[in-house]
């Protein structure tokens, strides 16, 4: 069944925006439960009042999170905005969802060690670099060996949140390991193993390969020794 148009045009303004998958996935599905709830209404037959009753229906019917309520306004200003090219009044009779008041939790140091004892192999690596320098998930599955500096212990996260590049620390419990085997890693886990894949096709028409180089291959020099990595693009194996 093809999508309602509104909802192709919706998608169209969030992509030439530059606003993530999830992003547009999220403001589409409130877009949809926005109109279903107004029993498939037109939404240019809608307006600020209905907005109003949808965001405080889910607020005191629904009890969902204030992030979550705020997210559902922000994605039909926008529909409203850049879609049907309505601006909506200010909304002001929403029953706002409250915000808990929950202290953090952090594991301590020995936490930590005792559950990095419990992982090996992909998943060890994959905590040691989210613990240690902060990414993402998402990010850390789309780590590329030239975004990692040994030298200078850093990594350069590419389109993060925002779209925006950053640099962030490389922990020394991660350095080695990933200098070791920085695409047998990834491509090992069947969770990353798409990802992973993908990114290696892409390195495959990002580097060319060298002179007097094995065809297809990349080499990169072991920052704890002499002896050199190699990298079979494609085939992701590392000697």
Known sequence: MAEPRLLVSLRERLRARHYSLQTEHAYVQWVRRFIEFADFRHPNELGGRDVERFLTHLAVQRR?????????????????????ESQLPW?????????PQHLPVVLSPEEIRRVFEKLSGTELLIA???????MRLSECLRLRIK????RYRQITVRDGKGQKDRVTI??????????RAPWRVLLQSGAVGPVAQRLVQGTHREVPSRGNARSGR???????????????IGRASCR
């Open 64 to 84: 969902v999170a204030a992030s979550t309520q705020n997210q559902a306004l922000a994605a039909l200003l926008f529909f409203y905005r850049e879609v049907l």
């Open 91 to 99: 909304l002001e009779s929403i029953v706002r969802a409250k915000r």
């Open 128 to 134: 040691r670099l989210l613990y240690g320098s902060g």
């Open 147 to 150: 975004d990692v500096d040994f």
């Open 170 to 179: 490389l922990p020394d419990s991660a350095a080695r390991d990933l200098a």
């Open 218 to 232: 990349e080499e990169f020099r072991e920052p704890f020794g002499p002896e050199p990595i190699y990298m079979e």
